[in-house]
C-alpha cells in the first residue's frame, strides 16, 4: 500500500464524491457535491464560489458550478476546468456503481475518470500548493451539465457570469496526447412529407419512410464530402486515421404508429463533427446547399432543422502556454505527448470562444470504461495529473501568456 499513501487526499475525496449520485438530468446530488467541494477548498484556505446557472436557465434546477482560487495576487490566471455530473450507471456492474472500490491501481465508481478524479487530482494540487509562493493565480471550474452539453454550466460561468482567466487547461480529458482542439458539432433534424394513408390502398398514400429513406442514401455524398476533409491536428491514439476528419452518422429515426398506416411524416436526425479549426458558418452553408439539392434530386419534400450546433477549436501549439503543459507533463511523468485533438466535443470550446486558449490533459485514459460499465480511474493518472497541475501552479507568469 506504500506507493498509494501519497494519494490519501485524493482518494478520500473522491470517494466522498462518487458516493453522491450526479446525474445531469435530475440533478438531485448537485448541492449536496458542490458542497462538499466548497468545504473541502475552505478547509484548504483556498475560496470558494458558486455559480449557479439556474439564474439563466429559471427552471427551478439548481446547478452550482463550483469556482475554487488559489490566489496569489497575481495578474495572471490559469483556469483548471472539469465537472461533477455523471451519466446514469445502467445496468451490470461488478463493483457499486457509487461507491469507490480501490483495487490493484485502479478506482472504480461511476464518475471516477469521467471526470471527478479530475476535480480531486486538481484540489490535491491546491493544497499542496495553497502554502506557497506562486506567480500565478489557479482557479478551479468544477461544472455542471457537461454530459448533457449543459447551457448553463461552464457555458454560463465563462459567457454569462464572465470568469476571467488567461489560459485554460481542461482535464475533462486523457493523459495519451497534450489536446490542442476539439471537434464541432451539428445536429440536424429533418422532417421528410408523405400522405398518410389505408396501407390496403398504397397507391392512395405517399409514403414519408420511402421519401426518407431517398433522402438518407443521397446523403451517403454529404458523409464522403465530410470525411475528405482533414485537419492539421492528429487524431487521438487508436483512431482509424492519422488526421482528425470530418464525421457525418445518421443517428435516429422515427416514423408510423401502425402496421396498417402508411405515415405520412418520416423524421430522422444526424450528427456531424467538424474539424477543430472549421468554421461552424462555412459548416453549415455547406450543409444547407447539399440538402437543396438533395430536395431536387429525390423530389421529396422535407425541411430541415439545426437542433445543436457547437463550435470547435483549435489552439496554437506555438504559444508559450503550449509549450509550458507540455514540458511541464514531460518533467513531471517522463513521457513528452504528441498533440492532438479530440473526435468529441468538449467544454474547452467555451473558453475559446471567448479568447482563452486551452489545452486539455487528464485522467480519462481510453479504457477506463467512462460512460460504461464499470468504469475506472488509474491511481498512477490521478497522481501524474495532481503532480502536472503542482509544477504548473510554480511556473512564473511569462509561461503562461
Ligand atoms: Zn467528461
Known amino acids: 500500500m506504500s506507493e498509494l499513501a501519497p494519494l490519501d487526499y485524493e482518494l478520500s475525496l473522491l470517494s466522498r464524491l462518487v458516493e453522491i449520485n450526479t446525474e445531469s438530468v435530475p440533478k438531485k446530488g448537485y448541492s449536496e457535491c458542490a458542497s462538499v467541494i466548497v468545504e473541502e477548498a475552505e478547509k484548504n484556505s483556498l475560496t470558494a464560489e458558486i455559480v449557479d446557472g439556474e439564474k439563466g436557465a429559471n427552471d427551478g434546477l439548481s446547478r452550482p458550478n463550483v469556482i475554487v482560487t488559489l490566489d496569489s495576487g497575481s495578474d495572471t490566471t490559469v483556469l483548471l476546468e472539469s465537472h461533477f455530473d455523471v451519466v446514469p450507471p445502467g445496468t451490470g456492474w461488478k463493483y457499486p456503481p457509487f461507491k469507490l472500490t480501490v483495487e490493484q491501481g485502479k478506482a472504480y465508481g461511476r464518475g471516477t475518470a469521467d471526470n471527478k478524479a479530475g476535480i480531486v487530482a486538481v484540489m490535491g494540487a491546491l493544497r499542496q500548493l495553497s502554502n506557497e509562493k506562486l506567480d500565478v493565480n489557479l482557479k478551479l471550474v468544477a461544472g455542471v451539465d457537461e454530459e448533457i452539453g449543459g447551457r448553463y454550466g461552464v457555458d454560463y460561468v465563462m459567457s454569462d457570469w464572465g470568469l476571467k482567466g488567461d489560459a485554460a487547461l481542461i482535464v475533462d480529458a486523457g493523459p495519451e496526447s497534450l489536446f490542442l482542439g476539439a471537434s464541432g458539432i ?18 392512395k398514400a405517399k409514403n414519408a419512410i420511402e421519401e426518407a429513406m431517398k433522402l438518407i442514401d443521397c446523403f451517403e455524398d454529404y458523409e464522403k464530402l465530410v470525411e475528405k476533409k482533414e485537419s492539421t491536428l492528429h487524431a487521438p491514439v487508436g483512431s482509424p486515421r492519422k488526421f482528425v476528419w470530418g464525421r457525418y452518422s445518421v443517428t435516429m429515426i422515427r416514423a408510423g404508429e401502425k402496421e396498417n398506416v402508411i405515415p405520412g411524416i418520416c423524421e430522422f436526425r444526424f450528427d456531424r463533427r467538424l474539424l477543430p479549426e472549421e468554421s461552424l458558418e462555412n459548416a453549415e452553408g455547406e450543409l444547407m446547399d447539399f440538402f437543396k439539392n438533395a430536395l431536387d434530386e429525390t423530389g421529396c419534400e422535407a425541411f430541415l432543422e439545426l437542433v445543436n450546433k457547437q463550435n470547435g477549436y483549435c ?6 502556454f503550449v509549450q509550458t503543459v507540455s514540458e511541464t507533463i514531460q518533467k513531471t511523468t517522463g513521457q513528452r505527448l504528441p498533440f492532438a485533438a479530440e473526435l468529441g466535443g468538449n467544454d474547452g470550446s467555451f473558453f475559446a470562444k471567448n479568447g482563452i486558449p486551452v489545452v486539455c490533459y487528464g485522467p480519462i485514459r481510453a479504457d477506463t470504461h467512462y460512460h460504461g460499465v464499470d468504469e475506472f480511474v488509474y491511481l498512477q493518472d490521478i497522481k501524474n495529473t495532481r503532480d502536472s497541475v503542482v509544477n504548473l501552479g510554480k511556473v512564473s507568469r511569462d509561461k503562461i501568456v
Do not use: E, M, N, R
Not at 186 to 203: L, R, S
Not at 315 to 320: A, F, I, P, Q
Open 186 to 203: 451539428i445536429w440536424g433534424k429533418v422532417t421528410v412529407k408523405g400522405k398518410q394513408g389505408h396501407a390496403g390502398y398504397p397507391f
Open 315 to 320: 489552439t496554437s501549439s506555438d504559444l508559450v
